[in-house]
């Protein structure tokens, strides 16, 4: 089981950017596709972006692309996620994934692999 931490978490108002870290002690960061994953009150946990080992290459939920960006450094063993012009509906339990794999057009990270989440709370 990966041990990942995020933080930077809040409640803000609907437009207020927020920016999500995840850290970790794994030597193998570098060598994962990491990720996002969020879940809100009553629904499943959904994919909302991914990040190749070397971070050349991103992927993001479709509806996101635009105002979130996702982003590491291996060398820190650390991955962001920015989340700009927020709105309500982008309130859930954020989670830091490792291992992430494609799944048809989206992605998944096996069970374990990811952290034990942030809370974000956009108001109106």
């Known amino acids: 089981q990966v041990e990942l931490v995020e933080s930077g978490g809040g409640s803000v108002q609907a437009g207020d950017p927020l920016t999500l870290s995840c850290t970790t002690s794994e030597v193998t960061f570098s060598s994962s596709y990491m990720g996002w994953l969020r879940q809100s009150p009553g629904k499943q946990r959904e994919f909302v972006a991914a990040i190749s080992r070397t971070g050349g290459q991103t992927f993001y939920r479709d509806y996101l692309k635009g105002r979130f960006t996702i982003s590491r450094d291996n060398a820190k063993n650390t991955a962001w996620l920015q989340m700009n012009s927020l709105k309500p509906e982008d309130t859930a339990v954020y989670y830091c994934?490792?291992?992430?794999?494609?799944?048809?057009?989206?992605?998944?990270?096996?069970?374990?692999?990811w952290g034990q989440g942030t809370q974000v709370t956009v108001s109106s």
């Open positions: 994934a490792a291992e992430m794999n494609p799944i048809g057009s989206s992605w998944s990270a096996p069970l374990g692999s």
